[in-house]
């Protein structure tokens, strides 16, 4: 039964991997191989068995670093690493509240579920199905550690070991929940076991570390090497190093030095590997009808994930409230903005708000650890600063509430009686206006600090502000416009999602159409920023830089405006023009 | 309403509708069929305006659908096999963004009257995702009946219906013909082709096989009077050699 299980696996593999040599007919996708194969070759593949002070070829990359582990570090590094997989597996643990679901397609249920197969036949499936992924991940992870020196073959089985474990660990936990469930064991009694338990164990060597070493002193934590000395402290002696005496186990084969070493470590290793294994084989759960339900949500979220559509994608949609009361007559395009902002409040949800504040506090904190001593205000309009650049770099790629969501239904877009800019401008206003909203907050947030910071420059500074206001919102309309007009130049490079086209084409793909952009933007600021330089100077001596500074910004604006207005009505000639009927993204 | 002259459409070297000429007047019914790969739904997206013609014209109510395309497409309605809809758009949401597309001043009324009409009134605020699919193509209906068009396009239209769906949905169209829109039907259903259409267009290969009434059709492929239904018809019309398609043993035997 197992072989023809295998013959299932082997020929999808197989038929997948002929299908896209085959489709590297396709100049677009023998570019992109080409490209992504250079990229990978340069930055991954030529350190893969090469030892780390290998001369590079080309000296165009980043170069290799030694961090070979030393020998009295090594311990440490076994304890660090053993502590994540502590993490990672007390997580699997404590978060997930389902019942075990083995992750099916729609086709293998349909017909492995029916067929005359143990269950045990079927997770058999679904470990091989497994390893397949774990493989390339093995590979990947080993392209990217082999950079720090090490050997790429211990690297390469030592990563598939640790990942093989945890993956053995997470169908054994979720079999291990079912039954606790079906025992009457709730999702919250179980979590707060682990916690309580996870709690003793960090309280343990707590007590130890309080009674045996000395108080840690500012000494201690005043740079990294101070820190991982205490932490060596901590964890080579004492509970710690019995309590992730498993987790060691694991980790040890990878950070082995030469082969001796890995056997010797090995066998320990797959000795919990195969305990995993039978731990798994010998659960008898019921996860057939958990299954078969995943394997439609499944199906749905890849059917939308496949459409572009990655809203559709999401689970537990709510329905949210237009931002303004659309009137049934007026301009056209104000019905697509209003759309399309009902659908970036599905994107920036009240989780993505708490995240966004969580991380930038904990930015702002680090940064005031830095910076201690000196002006915080400073710190908090560098902040500000960095805020605003990443608005702009990766504004225009977290909303995509425009043609890139819309795509999928170009069709039912090009019924409706509008014209061609007036589509392209009603598409592009949504993730402008919440853009350009951002910013003047931040801007706003940032005149506030100027009063505060140490100098006199408060003039200067509110001229930049004002500058950057005016010019903010054009150049978000510039930004949004670029990868609207790639999406609808090239609608079968652009990646839809996590099932979009995969591997070194892809890559390849990405990164040309990266380069493309960034050349565009760059040809399109030209003017923009000869204008501006021209105007500042012009006036920089006559007036001073307060004032030449937002007129300068406004000469600028005029230019980006110009250039906007002319984009949109390009767009919208591109969306006229584009055939509906074009190879979707996959 | 809607005049085709010499529409073709060529995809690379590829001729998917070849020189199709035809007519429909206000009120007519006309059933579209033809086997897979015929032409069907790239005839409809020209008619529609979602893709432009290679060659020919097509004009909706007098107007060029590609010069003139505003004025064209605000007559006309279309919808696909599948209800597309806007996956984070309410229902309601749903109207007022067509409403304000379409400019219909007075959509919540007509819209009201509609989602009563196609009974999902009770289901104003939701989400695609929250209707069954019968459902959305009752939104998906209610949104292209909006603006009240003098053009409609179905494609397979009875497509994941219930029988009373499907009922309602023959009643709805036959309701439109009479109120005088003309209608265009994309279906491989022959029976509801012939319970409810007035004209018949069989296309093959891109092609038109045959235009004409029900009765002229029947009377073209059948050797004696009522000798053949618009199955043995349909088989007549698009086997290579014009002869009926050899009966069909039963799949079980009794």
Partial sequence: MIAALLYLQYHSFRNRLVSRVKRLKQPKYLIGAI??????????????????????????????VNMSISPEHLQLVELLGALVLFVIVLLAWIIPHERAALTFTEAEVAFLFPAPLTRRN?????????????????????LISRRFGGNAWIHALGWWLILSTLNLHFLGSSFARTILLDRGISNWLRRLLVFGMAVAMAGSVWVWAKRTLPEPGSADIANLNAILDYA???????????????????????????????????????????????????????????????SQKLAVRIAAVRAGNWQG????????????????????????????????????????????????????????????????????????????????????????????????????????????WQIALGEILAPVAVLAACQWLLLLVGAGLIFYLPGKQEALFLAIALGAAVLL?????????IPNAAVLLFPSWIQAGKDSPRGIEATGQRLIFALGQMLVLLVALLPAAGAFVGVFFLLYFAFGPAAAVPLAAFAATIILAAEAGFGVMLLGKLFEQFDVTEEPAN | MVQVENLTKLYGEFVAVNELSFS???????????????????????????????????????HDIVRDAIAAKKQIAFFTDEPRLFDYLTVWQHLNFVARIYQVADYERTGRELLEELEIANKLDALPGELSRGMKQKLA??????????????????????????????????????????????????????????????????????????????????????????????????????????????????
Wanted: proline content about 7%.
């Fill in chain 1, 35 to 64: 490209v992504g194969g250079i990229y990978f070759y340069f930055y991954f593949f030529r350190y893969l068995f090469r030892g780390y002070g290998g001369r590079p070829v080309v000296n165009m990359s980043i170069p290799v």
């Fill in chain 1, 122 to 142: 079927l997770i058999h499936f679904k470990l091989v199905r497994s390893q397949l992924r774990i493989l390339f991940s093995a590979l990947f992870l080993t």
């Fill in chain 1, 232 to 294: 060596q402290r901590v964890l080579t002696a004492g509970p710690a190093l019995y309590l992730l005496y498993p987790f060691r186990l694991v980790v040890r084969p990878f950070l082995a030095q030469d082969a001796t070493v890995f056997f010797a470590a090995l066998t320990p290793a797959l000795l919990l590997f195969l305990l995993h294994y039978l731990w798994v084989i010998y659960s008898d759960v019921a996860f057939e009808e958990a299954s078969v339900e995943a």
């Fill in chain 1, 313 to 420: 994608a999401k689970k537990n949609q709510k329905a949210k409230r237009p931002w303004f009361k659309l009137a049934a007559t007026g301009p056209s395009a104000t019905a697509l903005f209003w759309k399309n902002l009902i659908g970036v409040g599905q994107v920036l949800s009240v989780r993505l708000w708490i995240t966004i504040v969580v991380v930038v506090a904990i930015f702002g904190v680090s940064l005031g650890n830095i910076g201690r001593g000196q002006n915080l205000s400073l710190m908090a309009a560098i902040l500000v600063v960095i805020a605003l650049g990443y608005s702009l770099l990766l504004g225009p790629q977290v909303l995509r509430l425009d043609f890139r969501n819309d795509l999928p239904l170009a069709d039912i877009l090009k019924t409706f009686p509008m014209r061609g």
């Fill in chain 1, 473 to 481: 919102p054009v150049l978000d309309v510039l930004l949004l416009l």
């Fill in chain 2, 24 to 62: 429909i007047q206000p009120g007519e019914v006309m059933g579209l069929v033809g086997p897979n790969g015929a032409g069907k739904t790239t005839t409809l997206r020209c008619l529609s305006g979602i893709i432009p013609p290679t060659r020919g014209t097509v004009r909706v109510g007098g």
């Fill in chain 2, 141 to 254: 209906i209610a949104c292209g009946l909006l603006h009240s068009p003098k053009v409609i396009y179905f494609d397979e239209p009875l497509t994941g219906l219930d029988p009373l769906g499907i009922r309602r949905m023959k009643d709805s169209i036959l309701k439109r013909a009479r109120d005088g829109a003309a209608i265009i039907i994309s279906s491989h259903l022959l029976h509801l082709v012939g319970e409810i259409c007035s004209r018949l267009l069989i296309l093959k290969n891109g092609r038109k096989i045959i235009d004409g009434t029900l009765g002229e059709v029947t009377r073209k492929f059948s050797e004696q009077p009522g000798d053949a239904n618009l199955e043995e018809i349909f088989f007549r019309a698009t086997s290579e050699t014009g002869m009926p398609a050899p009966a069909v043993p039963p799949l079980l035997p009794h």
